[in-house]
């Protein structure tokens, strides 16, 4: 890691880092002194950031007091997991523990799963099976992360049901 500051005030302004070895910056954290803002990351070496991390101030009772950037809490993370640097996938924290994620997984433009998550935990997964712009299919899970049960909404009304299961599936 390679602290970066500014020539004018001397305030710390980001650090780098070549986390896989290559010889090459893929990491950067954008600081405001010593408080974090964002990250920007290159996951797959292209010389292009492909993810982004962004960051608030964590409220006093949040604040991590053995960790360097105790303060900094996450707020939100964007990725362009596609050909191109389009984001395609958006996750949302709330008080620094992921909340919910927006994916766009078959890479068409158009968001097609969404995850929502209890205290963390994953609770719910939403499909949009048939590209409508809305999910038609939900899992639905415990809180060990077994799935509780899967239902339906074939024409996007909005009156989930149960979906019928065979032998042995999950009811």
Same mark, same amino acid.
């Given at each position: #890691?390679?602290? &970066?500051?500014?020539? /004018?005030?001397?305030? =710390?302004?980001?650090?780098?880092?070549?986390?896989?070895?290559?010889?090459?910056?893929?990491?950067?954290?954008? #600081?405001?002194?010593?408080?974090?803002?964002?990250?920007?990351?290159?996951?797959?070496?292209?010389?292009?950031?492909?993810?982004?991390?962004?960051? &608030?101030?964590?409220?006093?009772?949040?604040?991590?007091?053995?960790?360097?950037?105790?303060?900094?809490?996450? /707020?939100?993370?964007?990725?362009?997991? *596609?050909?191109?640097?389009?984001?395609?996938?958006? /996750?949302?924290?709330?008080? *620094?523990? @992921?909340?919910?994620?927006?994916?766009?997984?078959? =890479?068409?433009?158009? &968001?097609?799963?969404?995850?929502?998550?209890?205290?963390?935990? @994953?609770?719910?997964?939403?499909?949009?099976? $048939?590209?409508?712009?809305?999910?038609?299919?939900? =899992?639905?899970?415990?809180?060990?992360?077994?799935?509780?049960?899967? /239902?339906?909404?074939?024409?996007?009304?909005?009156?989930? $049901?149960?979906?019928?299961?065979?032998?042995?599936?999950?009811?």
């Amino acid at each position: #890691m390679t602290p &970066v500051y500014s020539s /004018e005030s001397g305030k =710390l302004e980001q650090i780098v880092s070549d986390t896989d070895g290559d010889g090459k910056v893929d990491t950067r954290a954008f #600081m405001d002194g010593r408080r974090l803002q964002r990250i920007e990351v290159d996951r797959n070496g292209d010389g292009r950031t492909d993810r982004w991390e962004y960051y &608030v101030e964590a409220p006093p009772e949040r604040v991590r007091s053995n960790a360097p950037d105790g303060r900094a809490e996450i /707020e939100r993370v964007e990725e362009a997991d *596609g050909p191109d640097e389009r984001i395609t996938r958006r /996750e949302f924290y709330e008080k *620094g523990e @992921l909340a919910r994620v927006e994916d766009d997984s078959n =890479l068409d433009g158009t &968001v097609d799963r969404w995850e929502v998550f209890e205290k963390g935990v @994953l609770s719910r997964v939403e499909l949009d099976s $048939h590209s409508k712009g809305a999910p038609d299919r939900r =899992l639905i899970y415990r809180k060990d992360g077994s799935i509780d049960r899967i /239902e339906v909404d074939p024409d996007g009304s909005g009156a989930w $049901h149960e979906a019928s299961t065979s032998a042995g599936s999950p009811r």
